[in-house]
């Protein structure tokens, strides 16, 4: 320990007598290591971060499949059946397939908040236990509405003050009071983003319909069973049900998988891929930290010389050599964890809300010794290849040769390959930076099928307990036509799931005349709406008519379907007068009265999705979100928004009011995110490659001199000397574009899943990014060619 803490002082020592060099490298470090600690923990929080659910790991999500989609809900009574007949699962338990919203009043303004129902067992399945109060038990199913609820930790503090007294205490939630049995210890955004939760009302009529598909499950296994054992139960229960309600489960399952699993969805795979990138930029760090160490040791080959005729061996002089690299890779990342701690910030705040867990994104003592661990490693890595090199060294030849020779030779050559490797890596950043931003740039430019400036909108939630139907239906009416009569206001409407939302509601349905094997049917959205929507969205009208204020609930039924409708459904001829009937509709058959364009829906890059449109007469959901167009700035409209609401219904609460260009952008936020995080590393990663290879062509312009003075003599032009240095750096720089381009190819190839409408080896990006690295090597190298150029050969002649 006496010699290892000798060999920390002089590496203090000798580092002080260099700042500039020690400035760079510890800055290099940090950058690679503060970018690779702030990006680990992301990945920490929402991969590898245990859920805060007692035995995760016996935890499962299922959601119903059936032939035409593996993302469906499952039904309640089929809920029911599932859970009466699983005997490998200690729990089985459902909650809503989407967050709703409810409105408590009472206090001075009304509040909407986001609600859930669930069965009664759903907190014991996730292993959580009431703060204050009870639980749910199995005797609160058995309602017509709910009747109780437990509030959210969040919810409890902001609105009652954390009063553990709210327990028994009645709220007005919907127009109707409801008792509050229970807090909850913690919110759980990782499964709902709910604030209030309910159980589900398996009395009410609605419950007993096995066509409506709105819960999802969360199960907990047995201990001692496998996710195969689960699987293959619930296939067996699934193909009983199917032969004792064939008409409506023929071909429905449950696709069961690891809670963790579903929580992480489709992010998985972009994380670690913004993880791999970054790793790749601190490997590029390291290399030019490396190629600094070796340009630095050539000056100090005497004194490793000296020193080794002194009687130190290889192993010490190594060590000494690998103890600079570690204070220097400590003290880079000490600067990193701190530059990580504003990285983690960042990250989060570019974050779209839609990542799970985004709110457990911190640095913990996992991410400290995750940044302590990479610091350490990188300290090895960026030092083994001078502590190598001169450590090999022949004192005598050393002494005799000075600084010519095969050593500088072999540092050149070492030079080289560090600095191939560092062009090689950074290709592979710049294509995966460059597809993602090609990918993105396409994405936001895709026609959404409606204009989506200068509207704003907001969600509105009447349940059946709070009014009946028709004065829901007629309160909407008379909405639509006071936001139409606003100073400013273009048009005005309402729709049950707003495009881009993230909602859905698909139903089944049967053209009226045609042949169906026994218990087939087809599949389309549904959406519920007022005559005011189509023009408020500027969605166009293909043929036919939109729906309008005479489709009323005694009025023949009637539906708009959209040009997919008409094209899956009909082989693109006009299907307008054809009749087609609704599973669980009160009619008997609806009329198509229209056709209107296809929308992006879910998102900008799904597939076209067949729609029918339906008025809210004859089917009124209990959620409405209202927008309204506006001939200027719209968010000059909202407080017009509000008190209209207000007037109509003072204890009335909406959401947020949003434009839609921010619903349109919000909808856009992952692959944002992804393009924009590897997009920096790119840079940075390019950056860092003109620095290396600026710097390994300066120290060799400055070792060959007198070389250069040598061939000035004898007659050579400036411009030759010119073509000489920038052919060498050209020489390194296509190399290693050649070697990332090969990588690259095998390699973007894992980004399939991320990229719209771009081939993970498109030709015009591989070529731009050759051009790009192309102009960046021929920079890097100008500056030191133009500095051999103005060698004068006789003081070069003098040089050594």
Known sequence: MGSFFQDIRYALRTLSQKPGFTVIAVLTLALGIGATTAMFSVVNAVLLRPLPFPAQQQLLHANGRFSRSDDAGVSPPDFVDYRARAQTLKQFAAIGYFDGV???????????????????????????????????????????????????????????????????????????????????????????????????????????????????????????????????????????????????????????????????????????????????????????????????????????????????????????????????????????????????????????????????????????????????????????????????????????????????????????????????????????????????????????GFRSDHVIATTLHMSNSARPRTQKVAFYHQLEERLKSLPGAEGAGAISELPLSGEFNDNSFKVEGRVYPPYGFDNADLRRTTPGFLNALRMPLISGRWLNITDTAEAPGTVVVNQEFAKRFFGGQNPVGQHLQLAGDSMKTREIVGVVGTIKHGSLSESPRAAMYVSIDQLTPPDMTVIVRSSGNPAQLSAALRDTVFSLDPNQAIST???????????????????????????????????????????????????????????????????????????LASAGAAIGIVGALALTRLMNGLLFQVSPTDPITFIGVTALLTIVALAASYLPARRAMRVDPMIALRYE
């Open 102 to 448: 409810s409105n408590i009043t009472g206090s001075a303004q009304p509040e909407q908040v986001s609600s859930q129902i669930v069965s009664w067992n759903f907190f014991r399945t996730l292993g959580i236990t009431p703060l204050v109060g009870r639980d749910f038990v199995a005797d609160d199913e058995k309602e017509n509405e709910p009747t109780v609820a437990i509030l959210g930790n969040g919810i409890w503090k902001r609105d009652f003050g954390g009063d553990p007294g709210i327990v028994g205490r009645k709220v007005a939630l919907d127009g109707q009071l409801i008792t509050v049995v229970g807090v909850l210890p913690v919110d759980v955004p990782s499964v709902s983003l709910a604030e209030i939760w309910q159980p589900l009302p398996l009395e009410n009529p609605y419950m007993n319909i096995r066509r409506s598909h709105f819960l999802v499950v969360i199960a907990r296994m047995n201990p001692g069973i496998t996710l195969s054992q689960a699987r293959a139960e619930l296939d067996t229960i699934a193909e009983n049900i199917a032969a004792e309600h064939a008409d409506t489960n023929k071909t429905w399952a449950l696709l069961v998988m690891p809670l963790t699993n579903y929580i992480v969805g489709g992010t998985q795979k972009a994380l670690l891929l913004l993880l791999g990138a970054v790793v790749l930029l601190l490997l590029i760090g390291c290399a030019n930290v490396a190629n600094l160490l070796l340009a630095r040791a050539s000056g100090r080959r005497k004194e490793i010389a000296i020193r080794a005729a002194l009687g130190a061996g290889r192993w010490r002089i190594a060590r000494q050599m690998l103890t600079e690299s570690l204070v220097l890779s400590v003290a880079g990342g000490a600067l990193g964890i701190f530059s990580a701690v504003w990285g983690v910030a960042a990250l989060a705040a570019l974050a779209p809300s839609s990542l799970p867990r985004v709110n457990e994104i911190q640095v913990d003592w996992i991410v400290l010794a995750f940044a302590a661990g990479v610091s350490l490693l990188t300290g090895v890595l960026f030092g083994l290849a001078p502590a190598i090199q001169f450590s090999r060294g022949d004192a005598s030849q050393v002494m005799k040769e000075g600084f010519g020779g095969s050593s500088r030779a072999a540092r050149h050559r070492t030079g080289n390959l560090l600095v191939i490797g560092e062009v090689a890596l950074s290709v592979g950043l710049l294509l995966g930076g460059a597809l993602l931003f090609n990918s993105f740039w396409r994405l936001i430019h895709v026609d959404p």
């Open 657 to 731: 009011i949003r434009s839609m260009d921010e619903i349109v952008s919000g909808s856009v936020a992952q692959p944002r995110f992804a393009s924009q995080i590897l997009g920096l590393f790119a840079v940075l990663a390019l950056l860092l490659a003109a620095v290396g290879l600026y710097g390994l062509i300066a120290y060799t312009v400055s070792q060959r001199t007198h070389e250069i003075g040598i061939r000035m003599a004898l007659g050579a032009a400036p411009r030759d000397v010119l073509k000489l240095v920038i052919g060498q750096g050209l020489k």
